[in-house]
């Protein structure tokens, strides 16, 4: 007789096998089992309240990472306390580029990277939650604070997120001696009011108000009296552009037609101009070739002055001679009849 089939073992066999495979779905299927894994850590002094194993780690908002481990470590000898988080970075996600275009080890870029301001800094996963994860920034402005507490653990520096520098900056503040200043103030601003006589006051402010409106009504009866002199005076010189067109007129009339008179008279002169500036022309060409005899006339190489100079020079000696004849008559007026003879004189 063939034994009974149980159900109940079949049916454990089936949920064990469903199990197992939805398991190695989610393990192998995702493939972060094969997943190269580098390890870093990085150290907070302050609260890391928000951040929970297996939050991501961003660059530019890019998952690069995950957290893996989160420690408190406690400092016996000043009971300081620090927070270590161990995360694991992809690999793959990393590409480190240089000038000339070439990939470089991401590991062997790292302390590069960290001089040039490479920090680590928690970010707000959501406002609701309260969820951090944890964001790498550039903050070259920034001290690499390296605590080194982990032997043959790569280390990233750490800078304080801003909502820990804002509760830093509220906690600088003197609430007390806020405190003491707004009651001065406002002490100070009692004994002002106290002090001012809102009668006194009330009754400046009708007699101020008064005086404005006895001012706007002057002022408007004085606008009223201005714009109709402003009417009358345009209205008087409406009455003079008129006037003034009425004389223009002819005077254009006239001025247009010695302007004809004078373009006559140009053109006239310009016909006579021309013939005169001919003659002037031949004139001074007449007078060049003239000019020209002369020079060769009377020039220094010239045969005509070299005969007029020994004319001249002849003529000077025949006076010369002729003086001396007069001295001796003037002085032997007998000479004539005698001759001169043979007397020394």
């Given at each position: 007789m063939a034994k009974?089939?149980?159900?109940?073992?079949?049916?454990?066999?089936?949920?064990?096998?469903?199990?197992?495979?939805?398991?190695?779905?989610?393990?192998?299927?995702?493939?972060?089992?094969?997943?190269?894994?580098?390890?870093?850590?990085?150290?907070?002094?302050?609260?890391?309240?928000?951040?929970?194993?297996?939050?991501?780690?961003?660059?530019?908002?890019?998952?690069?990472?995950?957290?893996?481990?989160?420690?408190?470590?406690?400092?016996?000898?000043?009971?300081?306390?620090?927070?270590?988080?161990?995360?694991?970075?992809?690999?793959?996600?990393?590409?480190?580029?240089?000038?000339?275009?070439?990939?470089?080890?991401?590991?062997?870029?790292?302390?590069?990277?960290i001089d040039k301001?490479?920090?680590?800094?928690?970010?707000?996963?959501?406002?609701?939650?309260?969820?951090?994860?944890?964001?790498?920034?550039?903050?070259?402005?920034?001290?690499?604070?390296?605590?080194?507490?982990?032997?043959?653990?790569?280390?990233?520096?750490?800078?304080?997120?801003?909502?820990?520098?804002?509760?830093?900056?509220?906690?600088?503040?003197?609430?007390?001696?806020?405190?003491?200043?707004?009651?001065?103030?406002?002490?100070?601003?009692?004994?002002?009011?106290?002090?001012?006589?809102?009668?006194?006051?009330?009754?400046?402010?009708?007699?101020?108000?008064?005086?404005?409106?006895?001012?706007?009504?002057?002022?408007?009866?004085?606008?009223?009296?201005?714009?109709?002199?402003?009417?009358?005076?345009?209205?008087?010189?409406?009455?003079?552009?008129?006037?003034?067109?009425?004389?223009?007129?002819?005077?254009?009339?006239?001025?247009?037609?010695?302007?004809?008179?004078i373009s006559e008279?140009?053109?006239?002169?310009?016909?006579?101009?021309?013939?005169?500036?001919?003659?002037?022309?031949?004139?001074?060409?007449?007078?060049?070739?003239?000019?020209?005899?002369?020079?060769?006339?009377?020039?220094?190489?010239?045969?005509?002055?070299?005969?007029?100079?020994?004319?001249?020079?002849?003529?000077?000696?025949?006076?010369?001679?002729?003086?001396?004849?007069?001295?001796?008559?003037?002085?032997?007026?007998?000479?004539?009849?005698?001759?001169?003879?043979?007397?020394?004189?």
């Amino acid at each position: 007789m063939a034994k009974k089939i149980n159900r109940k073992m079949i049916g454990g066999f089936v949920v064990v096998a469903v199990g197992i495979l939805a398991a190695s779905i989610a393990i192998f299927g995702s493939g972060d089992i094969f997943k190269e894994r580098i390890e870093f850590a990085l150290y907070f002094d302050d609260s890391i309240k928000g951040l929970n194993v297996g939050a991501p780690v961003l660059t530019k908002g890019v998952k690069t990472g995950a957290v893996k481990q989160i420690v408190v470590r406690t400092f016996m000898d000043d009971l300081d306390s620090t927070v270590a988080v161990f995360i694991e970075l992809y690999p793959e996600a990393f590409e480190v580029v240089n000038l000339s275009a070439q990939h470089l080890d991401p590991l062997d870029s790292l302390p590069n990277l960290i001089d040039k301001g490479l920090r680590a800094q928690l970010v707000s996963q959501s406002m609701v939650t309260g969820q951090l994860s944890i964001e790498f920034v550039m903050r070259p402005d920034t001290p690499a604070n390296l605590k080194n507490l982990d032997q043959g653990i790569l280390e990233i520096p750490t800078i304080p997120s801003t909502l820990s520098m804002l509760e830093k900056q509220l906690q600088q503040i003197d609430i007390g001696e806020m405190y003491v200043r707004l009651s001065s103030i406002l002490d100070s601003l009692d004994s002002s009011l106290k002090s001012l006589d809102l009668e006194a006051t009330g009754s400046a402010l009708n007699s101020l108000v008064t005086d404005i409106r006895q001012l706007v009504n002057n002022m408007d009866s004085e606008m009223k009296s201005l714009a109709e002199n402003v009417n009358e005076a345009v209205m008087d010189s409406r009455g003079l552009i008129v006037e003034m067109h009425g004389e223009l007129k002819p005077l254009a009339k006239r001025t247009g037609e010695t302007l004809v008179e004078i373009s006559e008279m140009v053109r006239t002169v310009d016909a006579k101009v021309e013939p005169l500036a001919q003659s002037l022309a031949d004139a001074l060409k007449a007078a060049t070739a003239a000019s020209m005899s002369v020079n060769e006339l009377v020039g220094e190489t010239s045969p005509t002055r070299d005969n007029l100079d020994t004319a001249l020079e002849q003529l000077a000696s025949a006076a010369r001679s002729f003086k001396i004849l007069a001295e001796y008559l003037e002085q032997h007026p007998d000479a004539l009849l005698k001759g001169k003879g043979n007397q020394n004189y």
